[in-house]
């Protein structure tokens, strides 16, 4: 199985201020026939599901704010909060769909 | 937009059999190209894979699990379900039901999870 690590397992961002969380894959997850880097990242807020943010490292799904951002490739991947608001406080997980069976890092929990 | 919601009982005992059944509503299961799947989240650890279904297709599942595992499809009810055999404390999680769009794919819609505990 794949193994993804996220780095740091908590951070805490000011009001307004930037927050990145990293996310390592223990192979590449760049598929070369298609150029696609296989990796979703997903934000959970305390009671309920995780929400699907970015799908294909940097894709933004449909209503997710602009303030969110995904960057990276082959191994070494990064979600990006630009400007920290209080409804973004939850835990947030990267998730690789290369190989099945598809696999999660541990989270980061972003507070204020 | 398509909802799935995950129920069964909260509490089974030690080397008896999970269920839960994930219903479907505002889509099909049989319509289009998804991946129904079943996952779980013990407390405070990552996310698991259990396994899947497909729209028109056999289940495939996680090795790690694959003996105890059995994920179904109840098509006029629109719901699929998950069994898992055996159960131990650490099968102690969250479980959720969600969908896939593909093969490899990332899980664009979310039941709300349901606790289930492995105690006696």
């Known amino acids: 199985d794949i193994v993804m690590t996220q780095s740091p397992d908590s951070l805490a961002v000011s009001l307004g201020e930037r927050a990145t969380i990293s996310c390592e894959s223990s192979?590449?997850?760049?598929?070369?026939?298609?150029?696609?880097?296989?990796l979703a990242w997903y934000q959970q807020k305390p009671g309920q599901p995780p929400k699907l943010l970015i799908y294909?490292?940097?894709t933004r799904e449909s209503g997710v704010p602009h303030r969110f951002s995904g960057s990276g490739s082959g191994t070494h991947f990064s979600l990006t909060i630009s400007s920290l608001q209080a409804e973004d406080v939850a835990v947030y997980y990267c998730?690789?769909?290369?190989?099945?069976?598809?696999?999660f890092g541990q989270g980061t929990k972003v507070e204020i | 937009q398509v909802q799935l919601q995950e129920s069964g009982p909260g509490l089974v005992k030690p080397s008896q059999t999970l269920s839960l059944t994930c219903t479907v509503s505002?889509?099909?299961?049989?319509?289009?190209?998804?991946?129904w799947t079943w996952m779980r989240q013990p407390a405070g650890k990552r996310l698991e894979w259990i396994g899947r279904?497909?729209?028109?297709?056999?289940?495939h599942y996680n090795p790690a699990l694959k003996r105890r595992v059995t994920i179904s499809r109840d098509t006029p009810k629109n719901q699929f379900s998950l069994k898992l055999t055996s159960v131990t404390a650490a099968d102690t999680a969250f479980y959720y039901c969600?969908?896939?769009?593909?093969?490899?794919?990332?899980?664009?819609?979310w039941g709300r999870g349901t606790p289930v505990t492995v105690s006696s």
């Open positions: 505002g889509g099909s299961i049989i319509s289009g190209s998804y991946y």
């Open positions: 279904i497909y729209t028109s297709g056999g289940p």
């Open positions: 969600a969908r896939a769009g593909g093969v490899t794919s990332w899980f664009d819609s």
């Open positions: 294909w490292a940097s």
């Open positions: 998730q690789q769909y290369f190989n099945t069976p598809p696999t």
């Open positions: 192979q590449s997850i760049l598929y070369r026939s298609d150029n696609n880097n296989y």
